[in-house]
């Protein structure tokens, strides 16, 4: 595969390898599935890269450090680490390092209309301490994910995905009933079911000529001001959210069908074949026939 041949490998595992361009990297999946769990003893340095997997670390042994943009994670024995997708960071394992690494694509979770509201919640990372009220329960279906990985029975990568669907709930309930209290939402002005119902609306109309005009008069607001509590409320602003949606979308297109390049384009919304290319080698690093190369199923 010419994109393989051109970037090698820079990590090997049994059942699988790294693919870096840049700081991108792509992560190898097995057939059929969006998932990858990797156990690890030894010590290891991943420099600054970024991927579209949510990125999980589930440390066992020793201590893990994140090096992210702007702080600093050190995950201890027992502790638990989320980095949403797309999370620039440098992970360091020294010796005597025992932990599980969980890399998963999360488009699966965001289908589900509910899931809208703890977006802020799945964009930043989450980090577990052995004391934290939702530890427990989060580390049952984490192992149970691990378990459900490793039998490679019949339909394992959904069942996989029943856990973590599990686990998104449970932390999403905690985010909605005391992150973010009737208080707070009160002193922003942001209501979440004005904002979830504008997000689903997105999800809805990506494939169109959305601009943020129509979905600001969807909700009754003025532009600029739907615009700057988008912001607050998704953690981007409502051109790379609806960016992202459409290039998730193109992804998954690429990957799962034999659509022609410039049908996909047209499909997820974009104008031109030239702008898709461009922004999809904007955030994927990139181009959409490299990527398929890389992931397509070969339908």
């Known amino acids: 595969m010419e994109l393989r041949e051109r970037i090698p490998p820079q990590s090997r595992f049994p059942d699988g390898f790294r693919i870096l361009q840049g700081k991108q990297e792509y992560v190898s999946y097995l057939e059929h599935s969006s998932i990858r769990i990797w156990p690890s003893n030894v010590a290891s340095h991943f420099d600054y890269h970024m991927h579209t997997a949510v990125e999980i670390l ?6 893990c450090v994140y090096q992210l943009q702007d702080e600093e994670y050190r995950v201890h024995p027992g502790e638990i680490l989320i980095l949403p997708s797309n999370c620039p960071h440098i992970l360091t394992e020294p010796e005597d390092t025992l932990r599980h690494l969980l890399l998963f694509e999360p488009t699966p979770l965001m289908t589900l209309r509910d899931m809208n509201s703890i977006v802020p919640l799945m964009q930043k990372p989450i980090y577990i301490t052995a004391q934290s009220v939702t530890h427990d329960q989060v580390e049952e279906y984490l192992h149970e994910t691990i378990q459900c990985y490793n039998e490679k029975a019949l339909l394992w990568n959904s069942k ?9 709930v449970l932390l999403g309930q905690h985010y909605l009933e005391n992150m973010v209290p009737k208080e707070a939402r009160q002193a922003t002005g942001i209501d979440p079911v004005i904002m979830n119902s504008a997000i689903t609306y997105i999800n809805e109309h990506y494939m169109d000529d959305l601009a943020l005009d129509q979905v600001a008069d ?18 981007v602003s409502f051109t790379e959210f609806l960016t992202r949606k459409r290039l998730n979308e193109a992804a998954s297109l690429l990957i799962h069908t034999g659509q022609q390049i410039q049908d996909i384009a047209t499909a997820v919304g974009f104008g031109s074949i030239a702008t898709f290319n461009r922004v999809f080698r904007e955030h994927k690093a990139c181009s959409p026939s490299q990527f398929r190369a890389i992931y397509g199923s070969n339908v």
């Open 160 to 168: 996989c995905y029943s856990y973590l669907l599990q686990m998104y």
């Open 218 to 235: 969807f909700t009754g607001f003025s532009k600029y001001y739907f615009s700057r509590i988008f912001k607050q409320f998704a953690g």
């Open 58 to 63: 589930m440390c066992d042994r020793g201590v």
